[in-house]
């Protein structure tokens, strides 16, 4: 790790933790981060030499794996004639077709360049079109970090202690409710509460920024339920779901139709993109058409765009590869649940479709609470035994894991004898 750690003293002379973005410091695992040089499929190499299996997969983006041929096909054509113009490009436009296709609750997209753009911009518009002022948000739910948004959150906000972010005035979270996920009860009490006052409630159908939790199905359909009822927007925020659990999303596998979508990720296959959408109703409210302002001078990047186009039209092409890729996180779930009983250690394994998390915890976790009662100590040794067997895991316990189409029956096997002598080793 030489090389890694020269550069890492560098980083941080320069670049406010060495890093930009919190968990890349792999501070919670206690470890000096490892530099990358390259990937290819599922394979990252860092600056020392060494090979990696990687299940991070830039947090979501790559499920075809690093550097994919299929994503990256006529990318220099685009590039030569241009990176951006301030103009529409025509690739805009089929983006948008192949996403509202998909998503058929996303009558109408505006490209954005990050998941915290997607949801701040569409929470923007449903308080414009509700006229209303409160959110209504979950504990342990990432939305990224606007300001509104950075309240009882997850993902790094969670891992560093700080899920109320300082430097976020009062005044501007006061209208920011929260409540728990998977609760009915309080999500009742909530609206019971703040009656005709709710302009929105943002959820992650499928928690991934406190680890993979697996919604209720009951939860989900009494979101839907009582934000109809109260003429409150429903806003999923599939920034990771979308286009992972399933091509058209959770939406599509709980068969719940939400007023407005958030995507990313996936859809700038590994550039920078989010997206936001909705029903034509609601959409019409932005600018140029309504007075709800929101603008990018890189949104809808034709680079970007391109990327996300050819992404999704294989998936589209290929929807096979979401059992396939369910089929091997359910290898590594069973046999990582198979060894956690073998090694006798407290943990248990969530997984959702091709998300898991290996949660240092008793018993099951189906909640916040539960989450964060997890041994994040204990987490930080199974990551860096894992990292020492050449198995690159989220560095942090409240994420998820993430498998592509490029991960072999090999990496599998290679990760799960790890699985086995790492939790051998950290009981000891
Ligand atoms: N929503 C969800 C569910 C996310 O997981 C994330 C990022 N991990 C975001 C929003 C924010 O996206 P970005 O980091 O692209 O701003």
Request: glycine content about 10%.
């Amino acid at each position: 790790m030489n090389r890694s750690i020269e550069i890492f003293e560098e980083a941080q002379k320069v670049i406010p933790g060495g890093v930009n973005s919190p968990v890349r410091a792999f501070k919670s695992v206690g470890m000096s981060p490892i530099f990358v040089q390259r990937a290819k499929g599922s394979k990252v190499f860092d600056v020392d030499g060494n090979v990696y299996v990687d299940y991070i997969g830039s947090w979501g983006p790559l499920i075809l794996g690093h550097a994919s041929d299929i994503v990256s096909e006529g990318i220099m054509a685009f590039i030569n004639n241009g990176t951006s113009y301030g103009l529409p490009t025509e690739i805009e436009v089929d983006i948008a077709k192949l996403i509202s296709e998909a998503y058929p609750s996303m009558e109408m997209v505006r490209m954005v360049n990050s998941g915290t753009e997607a949801t701040m911009s569409a929470l923007r518009v449903a308080r414009g079109y509700t006229n209303r002022n409160k959110i209504l948000k979950f504990e342990g739910c990432y939305h990224g970090h606007s300001d509104s948004l950075l309240v009882k959150s997850g993902s790094g906000t969670l891992t560093y202690g700080i899920p109320t972010s300082a430097g976020v005035p009062q005044k501007v979270v006061e209208d920011t409710l929260v409540s728990e996920f998977n609760n009915i009860e309080k999500l009742e009490e909530v609206f019971n509460n703040n009656k005709g006052e709710i302009a929105a409630v943002i959820v992650e159908p499928v928690p991934g920024n406190m680890g993979v939790i697996a919604p209720k199905v009951e939860f989900l359909e009494a979101l839907r339920r009582i934000t109809k009822e109260e003429g409150t927007l429903l806003i999923f925020d599939e920034v990771i779901t979308g286009f992972r659990m399933a091509y058209g999303g959770a939406q599509e596998v709980y068969n719940i139709e939400p007023d407005m979508t958030c995507l990313g990720k996936i859809i700038g296959g590994g550039l920078p993109v989010g997206a936001y959408g909705g029903k034509k109703e609601i959409m019409e409210m932005i600018a140029p058409l309504g007075n709800v302002y929101q603008a990018g001078t890189l949104s809808g990047n034709p680079i970007a765009v391109k990327m996300g186009y050819n992404t999704l039209t294989y998936l589209k092409e290929n929807k096979e590869i979401y059992q396939q890729l369910e089929d091997k996180a359910i290898v590594l779930e069973k046999a990582f649940q198979e060894n956690i009983k073998a090694v006798g250690i407290n943990a248990t394994v969530n997984r959702v479709k091709s998300m898991l998390t290996v949660f240092f915890s008793d018993g099951i976790v189906d909640s916040y609470e539960k989450a964060s009662q997890s041994d994040t100590t204990l987490y930080g040794k199974y990551f860096k035994g894992m990292l020492e067997e050449g198995i690159l895991l989220p560095p942090a316990q409240f994420e998820g894991m993430f498998l592509s189409t490029a991960h072999s029956d090999d990496d599998l096997e290679k990760t799960i004898l790890a699985n086995k002598k790492v939790l051998e080793n950290i009981i000891r």
